[in-house]
């Protein structure tokens, strides 16, 4: 198998989750977009792990893993917050500092 | 038949990750981004890597994406609204992203493939992850459990009605 | 036939049986549960439809086959459907990895008794039950209802709190184990009963203890099962589910406590070792230890149906403190305990 493949699907994964993030209004689906991107990436770690057979790669995954559960908890948290002040997620509407 | 199972996984990844971008209900995006995790798992253990692929699961799809589906529920959003005036955001976006994932794919694809030879006998075991994890890692693995109570005492913080 | 589809057919027919068997420990469960409870609480029973009652079960599903299947009109179609498969599918997934008799050799070829003989083995366990709490999410919300939203967000929160416990207690085998095959760590506890790891084999008797509380709440049994009888009229996520979609939940429900049956028992109690030891050889001894697998799974089941009709359940801030805690403040303390005795060549294998 050519490894090129899989990183054909972590680069389209990636724009995936870049099209989400720039598109969708609602705060907690561009959250899921970052989850997106971030998979697309630990996609091409692992392809690149496997490649020289080394463990380093997969600690990294293991790594950017962990951060991306406590970043989705500490931005849900804000997601939350923001929803009690304002009763909406969508971020067109969160435009306190416009004017 | 490894082909086979890359391209059922492929499809599925790549599906999933368009209903997430596409549909207006936010509780079918957090299912459909629940499966492309799944699938994602799936090319970790086609590529041998069988702890991340384990992990994957039980974190990411398990515990991550639980949460996300819980705050959906809660806060029972309805369908998301269009924006009201044309925007040229519409469809400046996808032609950026589509460049940007063009460049992307030429790089990689340019760099020296080493192909996907035999790895070795334990690659994606459990002990060789924890041995790494615990000698040359360790300075980060103990900085990061700090991150997680700091992410906890955060989250909690900012989700209280009253501190 | 060449290796590789000996090992795909032999893997099919341990599928098979293993599905099979699951499938049928939850009919049996289903004639247990209603007399065993009858015992208990000094009835009958269900005693019409054969000797002793024992074709309730065939009576219960030719009923849930029959019945109506309504769809309430606003819940959400494709996810109303999909909630109940995805808690069965999960449940019988979890099986995989148990191992339910020794290494047999047939045609020939070593075949162990094992659909799935991964290296991280045991971790497939805990994935398919993390993905069980999709099935009851799903159902809670997809009914448009908010006694059910409510039930399964309190039943998905219960899981989620008590899938680290389980994680945890077991962390104790594993260190004593060395590996996290479950076919290795049953192999280790051979010889006599007291080299099982519950007893002085592991030392585990708290990881015991704590393991079988959190597969209690794992599965939403009593005292745990709040979620369930919530509102005592209104059954929380399945509220709105009838016949078929109902009993698959039902299934699921079963199928994930006999799957925590002989986890537990593969864990702690020595899987498939008889415990003593017999002057057999071959076939007569694979038998009497399948049996042996057998007859420690039943009698987890026994406690399970014991324990629901003896206890009252726990209110549901009560649960969740027991969870947070009372269970993980006791499982890290016997990871600790076990890391040291370990460190220090007490116990290990």
Sequence with gaps: MNPNLFLLVSVILFAL????????????????????????ANLAFITFARQYGTPEAQIYVFFVMTLAAAEAAVGLAIVLALFRLKETTDVDEISLMKW | MEMLAFFVLAVLAVASALVVLTRRNEVVCALALASNLVSIAGFYFLLGAQFIGFLQIIVYAGAIMVLIVFVVMLLNLGEERYPERGRAQKWLAPILSLIFAVILAAVLWKTEPLGLGEPPPDFGTVAVLGRELFTRFFYPFEVISLLLVAAMIGAVLLAKRRI | MSDFTFLIVSTLVKMGVAVGALMGSVAIMTWVERRLSAVIQFRWGPNRVGPFGLFQPVADGV?????????????????????????????????????????????????????????????????????????????????????????????????????????????????????????????????????????????????????????????????FDLPEAEQELVAGYHTEYSSMKFSMFFMAEYAAMTTASAMVVTLFLGGWQIGVPVPFEGWLLWILQIGAFVAKVGFFLFLFVWVRWTLPRFRYDQLMNIGWKGLLPLTLLNVMVTALLVAFGVVGR
């Excluded at chain 3, 008799?101 to 075949?111: A, H, S, T, W, Y």
């Excluded at chain 3, 006599?192 to 585990?204: E, I, R, S």
Aim: aromatic content about 12%; cysteine-free; hydrophobic content about 55%.
């Design chain 1, 17 to 40: 989750g870049v099209l989400v993030v720039l598109t969708r209004r609602g705060a907690i689906v561009i959250l899921m977009g970052v989850e997106l991107m971030l998979n697309g």
């Design chain 3, 63 to 223: 009923k849930f086959i029959m019945k109506e299947d309504i769809i309430p009109a606003s819940a959400h179609k494709p996810l109303f459907v999909l909630a109940p498969a995805v808690a069965l599918t999960t449940s019988l997934t979890a099986f995989s990895v148990i191992p339910f008799g020794p290494v047999i050799e047939l045609f020939g070829k070593k075949i162990p008794l094992v659909v799935v003989n991964m290296d991280g083995g045991i971790l497939l366990a805990f994935a398919a039950t993390a993905l069980g709490v999709y099935g009851i999410v799903l159902g809670g919300w997809s009914s448009r209802n908010k006694f059910s939203l409510m039930g399964g967000l309190r039943s998905s929160a219960q899981m989620v709190s008590y899938e680290l416990s389980m994680g945890l207690s077991i962390m104790g085998v594993i260190l004593v184990s060395g590996t996290l095959r479950p076919f290795t760590i049953v192999e280790q506890q051979a010889g006599w009963f007291w080299n099982w790891n519950a007893f002085l084999g592991g030392w585990q008797f708290l990881g015991f203890i704590l393991f079988v509380i959190a597969i209690f709440a794992e599965t939403n049994r009593l005292p």
